[in-house]
DNA sequence: AAATAATTTGGACAACCGTCAAGACGGTTG
DNA sequence: CAACCGTCTTGACGGTTGTCCAAATTATTT
C-alpha cells in the first residue's frame, strides 16, 4: 500500500515533513549553543538544566521538549561543540607558504585558542573525562579525539612538506604531544599564571623544527 | 604568660594535644581512602557524600565531623592520591641497570598501571578537569601534575644517562607526551578497545629512544 | 568511679535535581 | 469559524543533595 502510494500528495508530505526535521534540528542546536554557554562556565558536574535554561532565552520546559532526556542534549552539545574545533587551523595550513609562515600563523591561533576560548576548552577536557565513566559518552568523544589528531597531523605534514621532509613520528604521538601541552597551559592559564601563553608558544616553537 | 609557663604540664598538654591531631589526621586519611573507592567508581560528579559513606564502613555524619565541608574532603583525597603515585616508577629506575632493562620495566609497569589502575587514574583525570572550574582544587592539581612531571623526567634522565646521553626534549614537552599518550590510552582502555595496551606499549617502545 | 571531652550516630531540614504532564499560545488546515 | 497541530510555559512530583544538630556512645582525664 505504502509502495504504490508515490504520488504527489505523498512527495509533499515527505518534503514537509523534511522541512520540519531540519527545522527541529536547527532549534536543537539553537539549544545545544546556549547550552554549552552554561556548560562552559559550570563545567558538567555543576550545571543543571533549570541553569541552562534560566542563562539563557528559553524555559526548563524546551530542553525537555528537544531531548529525550540530560545525556542526549549533552550529546548534542558535544557533537555541534566538534564541528567548531576541526578546523581551527585549516585556514593557516593551507595559506602558508614557508615553515616559518606556517609556525607563525599556527603559534598566533594557538595563543588566540587560549586566550578567547578557555571556557570552551576546559569543557572539552571536562567531557572527555566524564567520558571514562559515562559509556554514552564515549563514542563522540573518541571521534572527536580522532578529528583532533588528524587535525594536528594534517599540520604537521604540511610543515614537514614545506622543509621537504616527512613528519618524524605518529600521528598519535604527536597529538598526544600537543593536546598535553595545550591542557597542560591551559589549566595554568585558567589559574591566572602569566606565563601560561608565552611558555607554551615557546615550547612550541622549539618543538616545531624537532618533529619533521 | 604563655611564655613562662614551659613548665612540665605545658610539654605533656602540647604532647598529647599533638598525639590527638595525630590521631585525627590518620582518621582522615582512612576516610579519604574509603571515599577514593567511590569516587574512582562514580567519578566526581556522581559522588555524594552519602554514597561514599554507604560504600564504606562510616556513616555519612563522620564525614562532616572530620571535614569541613565537601570540598575539605575532595581535596584531601586529591592529596592523598599523590603519594600513591608519584613513586611508582622509581624501584624501576634505581634498579634498571642497562636501557633495555629500564624499557622493559618502564613498559610492564605501565601496562600494569593501565590494566589494575584504571578507576584511580580516570579519577585524577576528571579531577584536573575540575580544577579548571573549581579554584580550590587548583593548587593541589598543578602540584601534583609537577610532581608527575618530575617523575618522567627522572626516568627520562636515568634512560640517556644508561646510554650516555641526555634527553633531547624539556620535563615539561616529555611530560605532556606521555600524559597524553596514558590519557588516551585509558580512554581507549576502558571504552574495552582490546588493543589499547599494546598500542600504548609499542608507541612508547619506538619512541623512547627517539627522545634520549 | 565520676566527670569531662571526643567521637559517632542517624534523622531533620531546606534546597535542588531531572522528569513529567496539563494546559496555553499561535499558525495552518479543513 | 472550528478543529487541529507543533511549540512552549508553568508548576508539581518524588527523590537526592549538602548541611546541620541533638542525642548516644566511647575514650580520656580527674
Redesign the interface.
Known amino acids: 500500500m505504502a509502495r504504490q502510494a508515490t504520488g504527489a500528495a505523498q512527495r509533499v508530505a515527505v518534503a514537509s515533513e523534511a522541512l520540519r526535521d531540519e527545522k527541529f534540528n536547527a532549534r536543537r542546536i539553537e539549544l545545544a549553543e546556549a547550552a554549552l554557554e552554561t556548560l562552559g562556565e559550570?563545567?558538567?558536574?555543576?550545571t543543571s538544566l533549570r541553569e541552562i535554561a534560566q542563562n539563557s532565552a528559553f524555559t526548563h520546559g524546551v530542553f525537555h521538549y528537544y531531548f529525550s532526556d540530560k545525556l542526549d542534549l549533552i550529546c548534542c552539545c558535544v557533537r555541534h561543540y566538534k564541528a567548531k574545533c576541526v578546523t581551527r587551523y585549516d585556514e593557516v595550513v593551507t595559506t602558508a607558504r614557508s615553515r616559518d609562515e606556517l609556525t607563525e600563523g599556527f603559534l598566533a591561533k594557538l595563543a588566540a585558542t587560549l586566550r578567547d576560548e578557555a571556557r570552551m576548552h576546559?569543557l572539552w577536557?571536562?567531557l572527555?573525562?566524564?567520558?571514562?565513566?559515562?559509556?554514552a559518552f564515549?563514542k563522540d568523544?573518541?571521534e572527536i579525539?580522532k578529528s583532533l589528531e588528524a587535525m594536528i597531523w594534517r599540520i604537521a605534514t604540511r610543515y614537514a612538506e614545506l622543509g621537504n621532509r616527512k613528519p618524524?613520528?605518529?600521528p598519535?604521538?604527536l597529538?598526544?604531544?600537543?593536546?598535553?601541552?595545550f591542557?597542560?597551559a591551559?589549566?595554568?592559564h585558567?589559574?591566572n599564571d602569566e606565563k601560561a601563553v608565552p611558555?607554551l608558544l615557546e615550547?612550541v616553537r622549539?618543538?616545531l623544527p624537532?618533529i619533521c
Chains 1, 2 share one sequence.
Open positions: 559550570l563545567g558538567f558536574a555543576r576546559r577536557y571536562d572527555r573525562s566524564q567520558a571514562m565513566f559515562e559509556p564515549r568523544v573518541l579525539d618524524a613520528s605518529s598519535a604521538a597529538y598526544a604531544l600537543f593536546d598535553g601541552l591542557q597542560s591551559l589549566l595554568r585558567l589559574a611558555d615550547e622549539r618543538l624537532t
